[in-house]
C-alpha cells in the first residue's frame, strides 16, 4: 500500500499549518495515555463479549459473580422454606 | 493515543430521493449496505487508537438503515469506548423524509444530534418530496425540534440567505449554509452559484445576524469565521481547519477515504479489512496523493494575507474546481470574500470597542471573551 514517504508528506503538511495542529493537541491536553495492546483500560479487568459483561465491555468483578450466586441460593432456601421443602421432596436443612 | 478524529460513516450510498447537487452519481447510489462486522472492526481500532471520537452518519440517506442498526451500532460504540465515557458522540445528517418518533426520542436517549438538509421553501430547487419533510417537520413538538438544518446555497438560492437566515431564526433552528460545488451530480456546474452573488448575499446575511441583539441561533460558518477572527481554533470548520489526518469516510463496503465529500478513486486509502491500525490508513498511496496536492497547493497560497485563517481551503473543492494544485477557484474566492468582511468587521470592533449590545449574544460573548482573556496565537 506504500510506495512513497508519506509520512515525509504528512510532516511538511503539518509543517504548512502549524497552529492547527498545536491548537489540537492543546486542546487533547497532552494526556498520553501508555499503549494498551490487551486493552485493558478499565481497571485491571479484561475485555468481554459476553452477556454478563458490564456497561464498559468488560468482565464484571468477582463480587459481582459471588452476589449472583449468592442471591439464587438465598432465593432456593426462600422458596424451599415457603413450599415446605418443595412438598416434602427436601426434608433436610432448615426442615 | 492520539487526540481525536471525525468519521464520516456512509451506511449506504442508496437515497430516497435525487438531490441535484449529491456527491454521488445515480450509478454510484447502490443499495449496499454497511455490515455490522466493518463497524466493530472500525470502532475497536479507533477506540484503542484516539481519546475521542464524533460519528457522522451520512450516505446517501442513512435513514434507510433500519431502526435496529443505530441501536446495534451505537451499542458497539458503548461496548469499546465505554458507555457514558464521553469519548464519542454521533451525528446523523438526514434529508428528514424517514424521521419518525421513535428514532428522534432515541436519538434524544443517547444525545445523538439530527441535522436536516433542508431550504427551507426552495427546498425543491436542488431536493425532492419538500412536503413530506414539511409534515414531518411540522408533526414535532418544540421539544423535539432538537434538530439542525443545513441548507445548500446553489444558483437558484443565492440571493436567499438572509430570508433563509429569518426562517430559521424564527423557528430558533440552527442553521449552516454551504454552496454547491461542481461535484457529482453538480458536474456541468448550473446549480453552482454565482461566487460574487455568493459573497454579495453572504455578507448581508453575516451582517444581519450580526446586528441580530435577539438572535438565538449561531449562523454557520460566518459564527466560526468571527471565532477563527479572534484567534479561536475552529476544528468543525473542516474546510479551513487543515482536516487531514483529522477526518476520515468510510462507505458501506469498508473502503476509506480522507473525506465525505465524494473523494476521486485517486484518494481512497485502503479497506477496513485490510489494516490492523489507523496509521497503516494513512500511510497509504491514497492518502499521499491528496497530501501532495494539498501541499502544493498551499506553497502557492501562502503569500495570501487570509492563508492563515482558510489554510489553504478544502481539497476536494480545489480538486473538483481548478485541480487540487490550483488556488483561486470559487471555494476560495468565496471565503476571501465573505471572511474578509468578517474579519475587518470583528478587528473594528476590537479597536472602536463599541457598545456590545448592539450585536448578537454569540459574537458578544466571543469577543468578550477575547478582550478578557487576550490570547496570542500566531496564524
Redesign the interface.
Known amino acids: 500500500m506504500m510506495s512513497r514517504d508519506v509520512k515525509s508528506l504528512t510532516e511538511r503538511y503539518m509543517n504548512q499549518s502549524p497552529a492547527a495542529f498545536t491548537a489540537m493537541a492543546m486542546s487533547a491536553g497532552g494526556d498520553e495515555r501508555p499503549q494498551d495492546p490487551d486493552n485493558n483500560l478499565y481497571g485491571g479487568a479484561s475485555k468481554c463479549d459476553y452477556p454478563c459483561c458490564n456497561d464498559r465491555g468488560c468482565c464484571s468483578s468477582g463480587l459481582w459473580y459471588a452476589g449472583l450466586i449468592g442471591g439464587i441460593v438465598l432465593c432456593c432456601a426462600c422458596c424451599c422454606y415457603v413450599t415446605d421443602g418443595f412438598n416434602g421432596v427436601w426434608t433436610y436443612w432448615p426442615f | 493515543?492520539k487526540?481525536?478524529i471525525s468519521v464520516i460513516i456512509k451506511p449506504t450510498l442508496d437515497c430516497n430521493i435525487e438531490c441535484g447537487h449529491c456527491y454521488h452519481t445515480k450509478d454510484e447510489r447502490t443499495a449496499e449496505r454497511i455490515g455490522i462486522d466493518i463497524l466493530d472492526r472500525l470502532f475497536g481500532i479507533l477506540s484503542?487508537e484516539y481519546?475521542s471520537v464524533w460519528f457522522i452518519w451520512h450516505g446517501g440517506e442513512p435513514l434507510l438503515m433500519p431502526f435496529r442498526f443505530f441501536r446495534n451500532a451505537v451499542e458497539l460504540q458503548?461496548?469499546?469506548f465505554?458507555?457514558?465515557?464521553g469519548r464519542f458522540g454521533n451525528t446523523i445528517q438526514t434529508n428528514g423524509i424517514l424521521l419518525e418518533r421513535k428514532f428522534i426520542d432515541f436519538c434524544m436517549d443517547k444525545k445523538i444530534n439530527i441535522g436536516i438538509s433542508y431550504e427551507g421553501p426552495y427546498n425543491d430547487v436542488l431536493r425532492e418530496r419538500t412536503d413530506d419533510v414539511d409534515r414531518k417537520i411540522s408533526r414535532l413538538s418544540s421539544k423535539e425540534r432538537m434538530f439542525s438544518v443545513s441548507s445548500t446555497i446553489s444558483s437558484g438560492t443565492v440571493s436567499k440567505q438572509k430570508d433563509l437566515y429569518e426562517l430559521y431564526r424564527k423557528e430558533r433552528t440552527s442553521v449552516s449554509f454551504f454552496p454547491v460545488i461542481p461535484a457529482g451530480c453538480a458536474k456541468c456546474g448550473k446549480d453552482v452559484p454565482d461566487a460574487d452573488e455568493y459573497i454579495r448575499h453572504g455578507i448581508e446575511c453575516f451582517d444581519q445576524w450580526l446586528y441580530d441583539a435577539d438572535a438565538e441561533i449561531p449562523l454557520i460558518p460566518y459564527y466560526l469565521y468571527v471565532l477563527s477572527a479572534l484567534g479561536e481554533?475552529s476544528?468543525s470548520d473542516c474546510a479551513h481547519?487543515?482536516c487531514?489526518?483529522?477526518w476520515l469516510c468510510v462507505y458501506p463496503n469498508g473502503d476509506l477515504y480522507p473525506c465525505g465529500k465524494g473523494c476521486p478513486a485517486d484518494f481512497r486509502m485502503?479497506n477496513i479489512s485490510?489494516i490492523e491500525s489507523m496509521d497503516?490508513a494513512?500511510?497509504?498511496?491514497g492518502?499521499?496523493n491528496i497530501?501532495?496536492g494539498?501541499?502544493e497547493r498551499?506553497?502557492k497560497c501562502?503569500g495570501c494575507d487570509v492563508y492563515?485563517y482558510c489554510?489553504?481551503g478544502c481539497s476536494i473543492d480545489a480538486y473538483y474546481e481548478k485541480g487540487i494544485v490550483n488556488n483561486g477557484g470559487d471555494s476560495c474566492r468565496i471565503f476571501k470574500g465573505i471572511f474578509g468582511h468578517v474579519l475587518s468587521t470583528v478587528n473594528g470592533i476590537l479597536e472602536t470597542r463599541p457598545d456590545l449590545s448592539r450585536y448578537n449574544r454569540f459574537v458578544k460573548d466571543a469577543i468578550l471573551g477575547r478582550l478578557i482573556n487576550p490570547k496570542v496565537?500566531?496564524?
Open positions: 493515543m487526540p481525536s484503542r481519546e458503548e461496548k469499546h465505554g458507555r457514558g465515557s481554533p476544528p481547519a487543515s487531514l489526518t483529522k485502503c485490510e497503516d494513512f500511510l497509504t498511496d492518502f499521499a497530501l501532495e494539498t501541499i498551499r506553497e501562502m492563515g489554510n489553504g496565537v500566531s496564524q
